[in-house]
């Protein structure tokens, strides 16, 4: 296990203070929606808001080619050339860095670099984030996160900390306080934790 | 610095986070504490940068920070959503009211003092520990009385008697809430701590040998037989007495001759005198001097008229006036020539430094016999003081020793029309300079008078029903609106609020319980005087000892 969280995923192809692109090393084998990703040596951390596979020559348009096949995989199979044309890439929110070992919410002073290795993260990076929920506020701020991905997120961090009950309530606390005066978005993200 | 650390030992309930000195504080209650566990009316310590502030509970309410959450309510049928949501959205807060700074450092004895700051934003407040009620109130001891419980924890609240009798006190309630029970204590209180004297008018008979207990039933007893040396009964009614087998060391008979005018002017609501009719006695007296009672009432026929036109005053006022003093003279206690002088030997107890229990027996049902006698006995007492005093002024002594009236159905006195008038209203005014006080016990304060409330400076009250009662009860002291959440929310048996001069802060109290040998050994043999006394710390340092050694 230890093995395969050390073996990058991704690599940044896209930075800025806010958000990295990475573009995944195999096709479709993207972080999941929500989960929380590091990128660079010294970590950037960041919350995958988004996941697209797409072709790697935009000059190439994709054309549908199942026309003669049964399955979706037969359509791999008889065309190998497609796992070398399509790339699977994400975009993530930075919620964190790393210093001192110590994961700290926010952004980082700098973007990760281009070409930066990205991992998956380990459990004491994840519990260090949901002791402390802050992130959520860096997600409500940004303009592309929507509701959805913000439950996704919290839900998908709640699934890798030891105390699920305690993250949720400590997530769910925050988010009443950030939503005042939005009861009616309040209760159908709390209805989409509690599931 | 001990005073700025947090006391750790002790659980934080909530912070401070709005108020003034003159409004109060409002402390927002952590999430882990629920509301439902505090009472109003309990204490919490309030810890502020540089002082202990010691706060009573006078309000408790929910809110929101999200005014639209009532119209969007989460559903709160889902615990996880009802966490999140309690102490985010939603909060309980105290209001409270600092009443006193403690001494810096827990434990010292030094005294309390007014709180005229407020603790810094965000200071923690914590339940009120036993000693710090211990450093308010004070300890059982020689010189405070251990009168009831806070209403949450097992802490002696103690009243110094000394402080409760320097002015006139009240014990207010409506009827069955243990007003009488209440009394009685305190002045088992008088007499255990004090060196005065008091005369109690025992309308119906429950403070001398035995009083009722209606809730459980029974008997429960008197002053006398807790404490029969000190305890002198006086009847007004010897038969009675005698069918109730309740001792009594002398029966009062009161002779035509003490009747005094002024006596009749507090009977005239009573008698339903008109103010001529009321006005008569005095023309009398002047004529007749101290005969002026038999001569009035033995006049008959065109005698009467002769005597009328004779003093110039209306037939018909007087013969009103005669046919309602006729009354009086059916009263067996009223005796033209009685064998003895029943009044100088009570007054020669109280003298004494006794404490005189006056016995009505069936007379306390009879509002005019009770009037008359507490009237005629309190004016003798009066002027008797008035005398003592006088001479001790001339001898530079310190007075007589003080006296305490204990009166019931106070109203009947002191209301705002014949406050001026009765006897018990000069006292209550200006008494003081005498060394009699009262103590007033009324179901009906909003019927005394305002300018008397003003001068019962230690105020007792059991539950009221009327808010004007409660409004009078209130009247004159500062925190009025705080204390009338409380006062109205007491309940109906063995609670009580304390406050005025005689307590340092207005106080909720379980009243002590009375009735059984356990309690009577308590009240006459208090741990003060037999050595016994295990204070909290005692107790605590006792439970520590029993757990590092087990049973020693």
Not at chain 2, 91 to 108: E, Q
Not at chain 2, 195 to 208: P, Q, T
């Amino acid at each position: 296990m230890r093995n395969l969280l050390d073996r990058p995923i991704a690599e940044v192809i896209e930075a800025n203070i806010e958000t990295f692109k990475a573009q995944c090393y195999e096709l479709y084998k993207s972080p999941p929606l929500g989960s929380l990703v590091k990128a660079g040596d010294i970590p950037v951390y960041g919350i995958v808001i988004d996941i697209a596979t797409e072709g790697l020559d935009p000059s190439r348009p994709i054309a549908a080619r199942g026309f003669s096949a049964t399955t979706e995989q037969e359509i791999y199979t008889q065309n190998p050339q497609l796992m070398e044309l399509l790339c699977t890439k994400f975009r993530a929110i930075a919620v964190g860095f790393s210093r001192d070992n110590l994961l700290i919410q926010g952004y980082p002073f700098e973007p990760p670099r281009i070409h930066a290795f990205v991992h998956e993260c380990l459990s004491d990076e994840l519990s260090d984030l949901s002791s402390n929920p802050d992130f959520i506020h860096l997600l409500l701020q940004h303009p592309e996160v929507k509701d959805e991905i913000l439950t996704a997120s919290i839900i998908s961090i709640s699934k890798q900390t030891n105390n699920r009950e305690a993250f949720l309530v400590r997530a769910g606390k925050t988010l009443a306080i950030e939503l005042t005066g939005q009861m009616s978005r309040l209760n159908a993200i709390l209805r989409k934790l509690k599931q | 610095m001990p005073s700025q650390q947090e006391p750790f030992q002790h659980e934080i309930i909530g912070r401070v986070v709005d108020g003034s000195l003159s409004r109060g504080l409002e402390i927002k209650l952590e999430s882990s504490i629920s509301i439902e566990d505090i009472n109003n009316g309990t204490y919490v310590v309030i810890q502020g940068k540089h002082n202990r502030f010691v706060a009573m509970v006078t309000d408790l309410s929910l809110g929101a920070a999200d005014q639209t959450l009532k119209f969007s309510l989460p559903d709160m049928s889902d615990p996880l959503i009802r966490e999140i949501i309690t102490g985010s959205l939603t909060y309980n807060s105290l209001s409270v009211r600092p009443g006193k700074i403690l001494p810096a450092v827990r434990g010292d004895q030094s005294d309390t003092t007014e709180a005229r700051t407020i603790p810094e934003f965000f200071s923690p407040v914590f339940r009120a520990s036993q000693d710090d009620m211990e450093s308010i109130f004070g300890k059982e001891n020689e010189n405070n009385f251990f009168i009831g419980h806070p209403l949450d924890m097992d802490t002696k609240i103690c009243v110094d008697p000394r402080q409760l009798i320097k002015r006139s006190c009240g014990v207010f309630g409506r009827s069955g809430t243990g007003k009488t029970f209440l009394a009685r204590l305190l002045m088992i209180g008088v007499l255990q701590h004090t060196e005065a004297s008091s005369l109690i008018f025992d309308m119906h008979n429950e403070y001398g040998e035995s009083g009722q207990d209606n809730d459980r039933g029974g008997a429960v007893s008197g002053l006398k037989t807790l404490f029969p040396g000190q305890v002198s009964i006086f009847t007004l009614d010897e038969k009675s007495s005698k069918l109730r087998k309740a001792r009594y060391d002398e029966v009062v008979k009161i002779g035509y001759s003490d009747i005094e005018p002024e006596d009749i002017e507090s009977l005239t609501q009573t008698l339903n005198l008109s103010d001529v009719a009321a006005s008569i006695p005095f023309t009398l007296k002047n004529r007749f001097g101290n005969k002026w009672f038999k001569r009035l009432v033995e006049v008959e026929g065109t005698a009467a008229s002769d005597l009328a036109s004779e003093l110039e005053v209306q037939p018909q006022a007087m013969r009103a006036l005669r046919n309602r003093l006729l009354r009086l003279t059916r009263f067996d206690f009223v005796d033209e020539n009685p064998q003895y002088n029943s009044l100088e030997r009570l007054l020669d107890k109280l003298k004494d430094g006794m404490h005189v229990v006056l016995e009505f027996g069936r007379h306390g049902n009879d509002l005019t016999a009770y009037i008359l006698v507490a009237n005629l006995l309190t004016r003798r007492l009066h002027n008797k003081y008035r005398e003592l005093t006088e001479e001790s002024d001339a001898d530079s002594g310190a007075g007589p020793k003080p006296l305490v009236i204990c009166i019931e159905e106070a109203h009947r006195f002191l209301a705002p029309g014949i406050a001026s008038q009765t006897i018990f209203g000069q006292i209550a005014r200006e008494d003081r300079k005498f060394n009699i006080t009262l103590m007033v016990i009324d179901q009906r304060p909003s019927g005394i008078d305002s300018e008397i409330m003003s001068q019962i400076a230690t105020r007792i009250s059991c539950l009221l029903n009327d808010e004007r009662d409660v409004d009078a009860v209130l009247s004159g002291s500062p925190n009025s609106r705080e204390l009338k959440s409380v006062l109205s929310r007491l309940n109906s048996k063995q609670e009580a609020l304390f406050f005025g001069d005689a307590i340092p802060m207005p106080i909720l109290i379980r009243t002590r319980t009375y009735g059984d040998d356990e309690h009577y050994s308590d009240l006459t043999s208090p741990a003060w005087k037999t050595g016994h006394q295990s204070s909290s710390c005692d107790k605590d340092a006792n439970r520590d000892l029993d757990a590092l050694f087990g049973d020693r």
